[in-house]
């Protein structure tokens, strides 16, 4: 029944449009005062001993250094780079697409900044050069997906 109740509080604040960090700090606080010991004490050692840990300090790290990133120029020089090494093979926009996003995703961690930055330089380009709308959409998201399997992630 516990459970339920904890659904539907996490529903209504959804329907309700509360920002994602409300919707999960009430879930933890109801979890925490039916499930756990209640204390409002507790629930802050709790949070702040679950949010110590280097590993998870590494993720907004990795977000800011992505942001930093797409705002400067080496998303633009990344691909630079990579249509110097192959643009001039058949297909070489599109290979360099998907080289500098595998660089640019090792270099920032995240996907979703890697597609932000690589894919608002190069999408233009490779329209520009005559490639269908298709073709480079899905170049540039596919390249953007290699950011999950190349550590650092």
């Given at each position: 029944?516990s459970?339920?109740?904890?659904?539907?509080?996490?529903?209504?604040?959804?329907?309700?449009r509360?920002?994602?960090?409300?919707?999960?700090?009430?879930?933890?606080?109801y979890?925490?005062?039916?499930?756990?010991?209640?204390?409002?004490?507790?629930?802050?050692?709790?949070?702040?001993v679950?949010?110590d840990?280097?590993?998870?300090?590494?993720?907004?790290?990795?977000m800011l250094?992505?942001?930093?990133?797409?705002?400067?120029?080496?998303a633009?020089?990344?691909?630079?780079?990579?249509?110097?090494?192959?643009?001039?093979?058949?297909?070489?926009?599109?290979?360099?697409?998907?080289?500098?996003?595998?660089?640019?995703?090792?270099?920032?961690?995240?996907?979703?900044?890697?597609?932000?930055?690589?894919?608002?330089?190069?999408?233009?380009?490779m329209?520009?050069?005559?490639?269908?709308?298709?073709?480079?959409?899905?170049?540039v998201?596919?390249?953007?997906?290699?950011?999950?399997?190349?550590?650092?992630?």
């Open positions: 029944m459970a339920l109740v904890l659904i539907a509080i996490v529903g209504l604040l959804l329907v309700l509360q920002p994602l960090l409300v919707i999960l700090l009430a879930a933890i606080a979890a925490q005062m039916i499930w756990g010991s209640g204390h409002i004490t507790w629930i802050i050692e709790d949070m702040f679950s949010l840990k280097e590993l998870i300090l590494a993720i907004p790290m990795f250094c992505g942001g930093v990133m797409t705002k400067g120029t080496t633009r020089r990344l691909i630079d780079v990579a249509r110097a090494l192959v643009g001039h093979l058949p297909g070489g926009l599109g290979i360099a697409a998907v080289l500098s996003s595998a660089i640019f995703a090792a270099i920032s961690g995240s996907s979703i900044v890697t597609m932000l930055a690589i894919g608002s330089v190069i999408y233009p380009a329209r520009e050069a005559g490639y269908t709308n298709k073709f480079a959409l899905g170049t998201m596919s390249g953007g997906t290699l950011g999950i399997i190349i550590p650092p992630s």
